[in-house]
């Protein structure tokens, strides 16, 4: 999956033209922890049960037409691989950035895990 398949989805829904808004989230493996480790990659598990009821929960939310969401899991991936991409359609910027930030930290706090592997220290 790539985001220019997903906003070509998105697009194809039949509300979507109230939108005023697509906006879209792109994860990627980032080349150190946030303690500032050095990372050589990552691997992601997912929840796809607690996935599915987040996006029916946030879909309910005012204006906001259709979210899409793609999570790279079960396989490692490298640093600058693409980790999630989240699609957020709506009519305004108030509901679609207040519904993409709370989806995404709904989803990084309780659908996804990941292992972070480590560069060998000298």
Do not use: W, Y
């Not at 906003?7 to 493996?29: E, R, S």
């Not at 599915?52 to 037409?65: A, L, S, W, Y």
Request: some cysteine; glycine content about 6%; proline content about 3%.
């Amino acid at each position: 999956m790539d985001i220019k398949t997903m906003m070509d989805q998105i697009k194809k829904h039949p509300d979507f033209h109230k939108a005023g808004m697509i906006l879209c989230h792109n994860g990627v493996v980032r080349a150190t922890s946030r303690e500032g480790d050095e990372v050589t990659g990552l691997e992601i598990v997912v929840d796809h049960t607690r996935l599915d009821q987040i996006i029916t929960e946030q879909k309910k939310r005012p204006g906001i037409i259709d979210i899409l969401i793609h999570i790279n899991e079960g396989k490692p991936l490298a640093v600058g691989d693409d980790v999630m991409f989240l699609l957020v359609a709506g009519d305004i910027r108030e509901n679609v950035i207040a519904t993409l930030t709370d989806t995404l930290n709904l989803v990084k706090t309780q659908v996804t895990s990941k292992t972070q592997f480590f560069a060998e220290r000298p």
